[in-house]
């Protein structure tokens, strides 16, 4: 894309140039903070949630150009399919899928608690991953609005997940500070890492080679890590870099 963005408490969505590093546009739309920022894969629309239960898409110099409600609590978190759906995930417990050419959702239950994160499969569009306080991993039909599969082998509040960009890998992590890469094709643990941060990992994010990944947590630090060591060890043990930065969110 050609932008970043970044969220705030005060209500705000902030888009700046990746070439001049210049804020370029200054989004006022949402009654409460802003908890979420997410471009589509081709640009064209930024996706805002908000604690004001509700999902905003903007475009260019349009602005909003529609106000997605549908949530009864925060929303906490979004993502693009690439082919014309959104799904949100919210304090309400749910997931939904939007159209976003009708505007309409499908909610979708099953979770026992906050739905902090949500992501499409690259290689498989309909197929729908999020995690929760509840501690599992649901996977969903987005088509279909239907679940599909519920991981239950992890035992503490998963705050994010994600696809790798090749679609080879799914990757999730939470409070107790582990991180879980699995093999979509059958949901298997490929590698599994208990050390670098001290305490809760609240995001994680794949370089575009799907090699790479970086963690931010609750103690400050961003984790750069190795995934392509699993043909030789068990876990994730070559972290390339670790240092005390200031800041949590998506950094790659």
């Not at 949100?88 to 979770?111: I, N």
């Not at 994010?205 to 609750?218: I, K, N, V």
């Not at 400050?220 to 070559?238: C, E, F, K, R, Y």
């Amino acid at each position: 894309s050609s932008g970043i963005n970044a969220e705030y408490g005060d209500k705000t969505a902030l888009v700046y140039s990746l070439k001049s590093g210049q804020l370029v546009k200054r989004l006022e739309h949402h009654n409460f903070g802003v908890s979420c920022c997410t471009f589509s894969p081709d640009s064209a629309l930024l996706c805002t949630c908000s604690w004001d239960n509700s999902v905003a898409l903007c475009s260019g110099d349009e602005g909003v150009i529609s106000l997605l409600l549908g949530h009864r609590n925060p929303v906490t978190s979004a993502a693009f399919d690439g082919h014309g759906y959104l799904a949100t995930s919210s304090w309400d417990k749910s997931v939904r899928v939007w159209s976003l050419e009708r505007g309409t959702s499908c909610p979708m239950t099953g979770h026992k608690d906050v739905v902090w994160s949500v992501a499409f499969s690259p290689t498989n569009p309909h197929l729908l991953a999020s995690v929760s306080r509840d501690a599992t991993t649901m996977l969903w039909d987005a088509r279909m609005a239907g679940r599909v599969g519920v991981l239950e082998d992890c035992t503490v509040n998963l705050k994010c997940v994600r696809y790798s960009p090749d679609g080879s890998k799914l990757v999730s992590v939470g409070d107790d500070s582990t991180i879980v890469i699995r093999d979509p094709a059958n949901m298997s643990k490929v590698l599994k890492n208990t050390g670098g941060h001290r305490g809760s990992i609240n995001h994680v994010s794949f370089t575009s080679d799907s090699r790479y990944l970086a963690t931010s947590g609750e103690d400050g630090a961003v984790g750069i890590w190795d995934t392509a060591s699993q043909d030789t060890v068990d876990d994730l043990s070559n972290l390339l870099g670790y240092s005390n930065l200031l800041g949590q969110g998506d950094m790659m």
